[in-house]
């Protein structure tokens, strides 16, 4: 038997985002559509339909045209769902810009991504996002012509201005959002979704979560990653289901309060999440008996997590899910009703209309059953590409339509798949995705730094942190708080190496190749993490 397996066949549904959200706003136009409970905003479907209509106005009216680009930056709130849609319904192509970007990182996705206008709030407890914005500007011929304040009156002057919209006629196939991740080749890359893309995945997780309009999903993931704008979202507005928001940025009371006040049915997060919340001292006056499922994903999954969220927190159909950007982002994932022991020991079979393959790194052939090699998958889910990076759209996908994804993983002879390591140079930290060597040529621009090699470290509560070996040029001394205030301001947090070691050599091949799962296993041993390396996880 070989490592092949297909879900079951189901209807692609033709259809854009916009016209997926009339179909729920006829369906049930005075069920709740979305409650942001750090805002105050509670909307029936009608009123999120009405929403997304005034803020498409407002979006033509700012001179916003098919195939413009439009950043959005910032944490949950109800303005991120009215932009999703709107900027859907007018043929424009909405870019995810990370709320922990800083100048450094803002700047190269400005550059790359050429977007026209960008949505922010001023500022928040963590950072004046404008004055980042000023920084990434700076000395910069950008086409970034239009910058717009959430909770401002800038927002209301561009309600105010807005212009009824001609028809636009945009397709299933037309690329609707561009999100950045390391992905599986360098520096990070605009990954092209379709609204076929998300549509459908969004459409087949709700599925398999069996959801409907009765269910209520807690969503306290970010909407700038494919687990909030597609799991949350799109599952969301295919199944006419209420999307919760929280709070704006994670917080596991305010979650824990979410579940009980909304009688949530469904709760996602990933495992740091789920962790925070049974930390948190009031975990035990919570009522959560609403909770039947829900979605764990984004990093490996202890498996005695995934036990105490099934018992403790009622939530018995809780499932897995497996994917990267490039795929929308789900490949696999648990069916609510798996035996507990399949859910914890798999990321579930593939979802359906969806190929899945185990395959040799170095021939691509398709491997036995049992035995390890690349997972690669195949589907309405498959990127479009990396944006203007065809070159790169090429290294992971091939000339037969198959993504090659760049981990490691095997199948069981019930099709269920067991994610067990990564091919690829990647830090997957608490969810957030990190490429090394983006972070060791940011170093590289340190004055003091000769030369730095970055690798992940396994971590209890994020799954993996990221640690730097640091060799300094002759005569120059430094220390871990100057390395890493450098970064501050400058990198996402997440990228910021945790653990720092300065040496005088790193550990090379014969031919001179730094090996750097030496440096790993070196770290792994001095820290004394060998019992992580051997955790149980899904």
């Known amino acids: 038997m070989l490592s092949y397996a297909r879900g079951p066949e189901f209807p692609i549904l033709e259809k854009t985002i916009g016209e997926v959200l009339d ?24 009123d999120l339909q009405a929403a997304v209509e005034r803020t498409a106005r407002g979006l033509w009216g700012l001179g916003i045209r098919p195939g413009d680009r439009i950043g959005m930056w910032s944490a949950n709130c109800v303005e991120w769902v009215y932009l999703q849609a709107a900027v859907a ?89 561009i999100q950045y991740t390391s992905g599986t080749t360098g520096f990070p890359k605009g990954v092209l979704l379709t609204h076929r ?67 949530c049915t469904a709760l996602y997060g990933v495992p ?56 929308s982002p789900v490949i696999t994932m648990s069916a609510t009703d798996d035996d507990l022991d399949v859910r914890v020991a798999t990321v579930g079979r593939p979802l359906p209309s969806t190929e899945v393959k185990i395959v040799d790194p170095a021939t691509g ?27 790169a759209t090429a290294q992971v996908i091939d000339s037969e339509g198959w993504l090659h994804t760049g981990d490691l993983a095997t199948m069981r002879e019930d099709s269920r798949f067991r994610i067990t390591g990564r091919a690829k140079d990647m830090i997957s930290r608490g969810g957030e995705k990190v490429y090394p060597r983006e972070v060791e040529e940011f170093l590289h621009r340190h004055p003091k730094i000769a030369d730095v090699y970055v690798v992940g470290l396994p971590d209890e509560r994020l799954g993996e942190i990221v640690a730097a070996w640091i060799r300094l040029k002759h005569g120059q001394t430094a220390d871990v708080k100057e390395i890493r205030d450098f970064c501050r301001g400058q990198i996402a947090y997440f990228k910021i190496p945790q653990h720092i070691r300065f040496v005088d050599s790193f550990p090379i091949t014969a031919n001179g190749k730094v090996q750097k799962y030496l440096i790993r ?11 992580l390396v051997t955790t149980a996880t899904a």
């Open 23 to 46: 179909d729920a706003a006829a369906r049930r136009p005075d069920g709740d559509a979305l409650v942001s409970r750090h805002q105050g905003i509670r909307l029936t479907w009608r």
């Open 89 to 177: 319904r007018i043929g424009a192509i909405l870019v995810n810009c990370n709320p922990a970007y800083r100048s450094h990182d803002l700047g190269f996705v400005l550059r790359r991504s050429l977007m026209k206008a960008l949505f922010l709030h001023e500022r928040d407890a963590r950072v004046n996002y404008l004055e980042v914005l000023e920084e990434a500007r700076r000395g910069r011929d950008l086409p970034l012509s239009e910058v717009v304040l959430l909770g401002d009156e800038s927002w209301q002057r561009m309600l105010d201005a807005g212009i009824d919209p001609p028809l636009v006629a945009a397709t299933p196939d037309d690329v609707v959002n």
């Open 197 to 263: 893309n998300l549509v459908n995945n969004g459409n087949v997780i709700g599925k398999r979560l069996r959801a409907t309009e009765h269910d209520r999903i807690c969503a306290p993931v970010p909407l700038y990653h494919c687990f909030g704008c597609v799991i949350g979202v799109m599952a969301a507005m295919t199944s006419s289901a209420t999307l919760v928001l929280p709070s704006a940025q994670f917080d596991p009371l305010a979650t824990l309060e979410a579940v009980e006040a909304e009688r």
């Open 272 to 327: 740091t999440m789920f962790i925070a919340e049974f930390d948190h001292p009031e975990f035990p006056r919570f009522d959560l008996r609403s909770l039947r499922t829900g979605v764990m994903a984004g990093a490996p999954c202890p498996i005695e997590l995934m036990k105490r969220v099934v018992s403790e927190m009622h939530c018995r159909e809780l499932t897995i899910c497996y994917g990267q950007t490039e795929s």
């Open 365 to 391: 052939a398709t491997l036995p059953a049992g035995e390890q090699g690349e997972l690669c998958t195949r589907g309405y889910l498959v990127m479009k590409g990396y944006d203007d990076d065809p070159r």
């Open 521 to 531: 296993e070196r770290e792994i041993a001095d820290l004394g993490l060998q019992h």
